[in-house]
């Protein structure tokens, strides 16, 4: 008589063991999914995702980042693990976020804005905006609210804000308008504008709690657009040079407990600041020495991008090429050679 069959792993064992995981290997548990149709259930589930980075202590991992390479857009995944993106012509990488990539049309003189899902290859043209842009910016996220865990979105339904200024970008005199676009409605919002002047720097926004924050005049000043009461407001005094340098580069971030901090390269230096609210002043939280961590004879450019959502993951782009730095382990990744563009995915 054949032994009777061994009994099936309740479903709380099989998660509690999926949990230990090696989070840097995304490849384990897909095929851990493909094992049966139960394990695929529980892998599937809306809330594995939250538990599986509340155990491992950690934020989502970055798949990659696009880049813009010969006139395409280019995905640079981090691991052999990652999807395979095949390369997108022509259009411009603006934003990237909860799995949708928002691109500029290259194709037309007007603000031509559409929503690609590189998984799926899924593309959503948004209505021409009827206003001209000197210089400009624009971010995609979630319009679920307060209701959406961001780090693992299903939500359908988004939003699309665009920042620009209404002149040409030679004199930097005209107002800065946003306009948002919800796909509930389908449409643009009229625009509303802020005083004073200034130019929108290219440099991907921070989503911080209900507001999105944009660099201005060249990495002088940050712009804050509430998502909430559609106002703007302009952050004036950023932190101090420590080291006596000129740089503009500094960029928004969200911190780990959804404040807003900023991140600028001086010299070899990189450095982290939070904004108290309750002394109203900027606060240096974190000062880490690149010299000793990239490769020996690289050459920095003072260049670079935060990761939005609190990945907490910095690209730092050099002449030799692009590095990722984990701001928790200090692991340092060469991606890629130098281009000029990228974006977070």
Same mark, same amino acid.
């Given at each position: 008589m054949p032994p009777p069959p061994k009994p099936a792993l309740v479903d709380d064992l099989v998660e509690e063991i999926l949990l230990r995981l090696p989070p840097d290997d995304p490849a384990q548990l897909l095929r851990a999914a493909l094992v049966c149709k139960r394990w695929g259930r529980i892998v599937s589930d809306a809330g594995f995702g939250r538990r599986f980075r509340s155990f491992q202590h950690r934020s989502p991992p970055m798949l990659g980042c696009f880049c813009k390479v010969g006139g395409r857009n280019r995905f640079v995944p981090t691991s052999s693990s990652c999807p395979r993106i095949a390369d997108h012509r022509g259009d411009r990488v603006l934003d990237a976020r909860q799995g949708r990539v928002l691109v500029k049309l290259n194709c037309s003189r007007q603000c031509d804005l559409a929503i690609w899902? @590189?998984?799926?290859?899924?593309r959503r043209n948004l209505p021409t905006l009827q206003r001209f842009a000197g210089t400009y910016n624009a971010s995609v996220l979630c319009a679920g609210g307060g209701t %959406?865990? !961001? =780090?693992?979105? =299903? %939500?359908?339904q988004f939003l699309v804000v665009f920042i620009g200024t209404d002149d040409d970008y030679t004199d930097y005199t005209g107002r800065i308008f946003s306009c948002v676009y919800s796909s509930d409605t389908g449409a643009w919002s009229e625009p509303a504008f802020v005083h004073p002047p200034s130019c929108i720097d290219p440099v991907p926004g921070a989503l911080s709690g209900n507001a999105l924050y944009y660099q201005i005049q060249m990495g002088n000043k940050i712009l804050k657009y509430d998502l909430g009461s559609k106002a703007f407001s302009v952050i004036h005094h950023l @932190? @101090?040079? !420590?080291y006596g340098d000129y740089c503009k580069h500094i960029a928004p971030m969200a911190t780990e407990d959804g404040g807003l901090g900023v991140v600028r390269v001086e010299r070899t230096r990189l450095l982290l600041w939070s904004w108290n609210t309750g002394q109203a002043r900027w606060v240096e939280s974190r000062t880490i020495r690149l010299r000793k961590r990239l490769p020996a004879g690289f050459c920095l450019v003072p260049d670079f991008l935060a990761i939005p959502d609190g990945t907490g993951v910095f690209l730092l782009v050099t002449a030799d090429g692009i590095f990722s730095i984990d701001l928790k382990t200090l692991k340092l990744r060469d991606m890629f050679v130098y281009f000029a563009f990228f974006y977070v995915f």
């Amino acid at each position: 008589m054949p032994p009777p069959p061994k009994p099936a792993l309740v479903d709380d064992l099989v998660e509690e063991i999926l949990l230990r995981l090696p989070p840097d290997d995304p490849a384990q548990l897909l095929r851990a999914a493909l094992v049966c149709k139960r394990w695929g259930r529980i892998v599937s589930d809306a809330g594995f995702g939250r538990r599986f980075r509340s155990f491992q202590h950690r934020s989502p991992p970055m798949l990659g980042c696009f880049c813009k390479v010969g006139g395409r857009n280019r995905f640079v995944p981090t691991s052999s693990s990652c999807p395979r993106i095949a390369d997108h012509r022509g259009d411009r990488v603006l934003d990237a976020r909860q799995g949708r990539v928002l691109v500029k049309l290259n194709c037309s003189r007007q603000c031509d804005l559409a929503i690609w899902d @590189p998984i799926t290859g899924e593309r959503r043209n948004l209505p021409t905006l009827q206003r001209f842009a000197g210089t400009y910016n624009a971010s995609v996220l979630c319009a679920g609210g307060g209701t %959406c865990d !961001r =780090h693992s979105c =299903h %939500c359908k339904q988004f939003l699309v804000v665009f920042i620009g200024t209404d002149d040409d970008y030679t004199d930097y005199t005209g107002r800065i308008f946003s306009c948002v676009y919800s796909s509930d409605t389908g449409a643009w919002s009229e625009p509303a504008f802020v005083h004073p002047p200034s130019c929108i720097d290219p440099v991907p926004g921070a989503l911080s709690g209900n507001a999105l924050y944009y660099q201005i005049q060249m990495g002088n000043k940050i712009l804050k657009y509430d998502l909430g009461s559609k106002a703007f407001s302009v952050i004036h005094h950023l @932190p @101090p040079l !420590r080291y006596g340098d000129y740089c503009k580069h500094i960029a928004p971030m969200a911190t780990e407990d959804g404040g807003l901090g900023v991140v600028r390269v001086e010299r070899t230096r990189l450095l982290l600041w939070s904004w108290n609210t309750g002394q109203a002043r900027w606060v240096e939280s974190r000062t880490i020495r690149l010299r000793k961590r990239l490769p020996a004879g690289f050459c920095l450019v003072p260049d670079f991008l935060a990761i939005p959502d609190g990945t907490g993951v910095f690209l730092l782009v050099t002449a030799d090429g692009i590095f990722s730095i984990d701001l928790k382990t200090l692991k340092l990744r060469d991606m890629f050679v130098y281009f000029a563009f990228f974006y977070v995915f």
